[in-house]
């Protein structure tokens, strides 16, 4: 990785940079996980990603899980007061003082409502607002990145059999461990998925948008460009939203 450059984004905001609460906003697929667990390592501060509470859920078969279930599978969205209470849950863990990264919350206007007055509470840490980040990319680029993506069963590396495929099909190049497909990462689930990315999330976009508090970031790049940009974003808007 290339991060130690002194022209880095975040060597320009200084060392000490820590971007606070992130939204990572844009479609399926346009690697939001990916660009999570990046920032996961370059600034020590966690990702919260509401699909992977939810499928954890799931595989835990609590009754949460089980009402989540079926909605999920059909690539419609999860009401937004079971959403709104797991991620209110998870924000009053410790870990989260320093800032955290949300990734795929929030989904609707009303859980960006929700966020927004949740966390000007002052006993929620860091007393900053949110700053959101849109990965843009276009369609046909998704469907093949959707399709093509597989997950580590044990260590949840992401892998795509077009392009990032792994040394040995089906085989996690880390652990050796079985790679599995998401049960709604097919192309009739993903056009939903789109159809309600549009619908929702849209509304989303342009309340951040709004608020001044809101940058794109061109995700038809190699993950490390994508990550600069991110970056970059992250810094302009921290400064701008202190
Ligand atoms: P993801 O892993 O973020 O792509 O989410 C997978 C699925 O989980 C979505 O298609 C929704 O059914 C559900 N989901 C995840 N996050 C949310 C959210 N913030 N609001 C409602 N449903 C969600």
């Known amino acids: ?76 969205l999860v009401d937004d007061g079971i959403v709104n209470q797991m991620v209110l849950h998870r924000l009053q863990e410790k870990d989260t003082h320093c800032g955290y990264i949300l990734d795929g919350y929030p989904r609707t206007l009303d859980q960006a409502r929700f966020l927004d007055h949740t966390i000007s509470d002052p006993a929620f840490l ?3 607002s949110v700053v959101a980040v849109s990965i843009v990319v276009a369609y046909d680029q998704l469907l093949r990145r959707i399709t093509g993506r ?5 260590c949840k590396s992401i892998y795509n059999v077009y392009s990032n495929p792994p040394d040995t099909e089906g085989v996690c190049d880390l652990d050796g461990a079985s790679l599995v497909q998401r049960s709604d990462d097919t ?19 342009a309340h951040y948008r709004n608020l001044g508090r809101f940058a794109e970031a061109n995700g038809d790049q190699n993950v490390e460009a994508v990550n600069t940009a991110v970056e970059e974003a992250l810094v302009k808007l921290r400064q701008a939203a202190r």
Do not use: W
């Open 126 to 128: 860091p007393r900053l």
């Open 1 to 76: 990785m290339t991060n130690t450059s002194a022209s880095h984004p975040t060597a320009l905001a200084g060392t000490d940079f820590l971007p606070g609460p992130v939204l990572l906003l844009g479609a399926p697929g346009v690697g939001k996980g990916t660009q999570a667990q990046l920032l996961v390592t370059q600034y020590g501060i966690p990702q919260i990603s509401t699909g992977d509470l939810l499928r954890d859920n799931i595989a835990r078969g609590t009754e949460l899980g089980l009402k989540a279930k079926e909605i999920m599978s059909s690539g419609h």
């Open 187 to 205: 192309e009739a689930v993903f056009a939903q998925r789109m159809k309600t990315f549009e619908e929702q999330t849209a509304p989303v976009i």
């Open 150 to 154: 597989r997950i580590c069963s044990v």
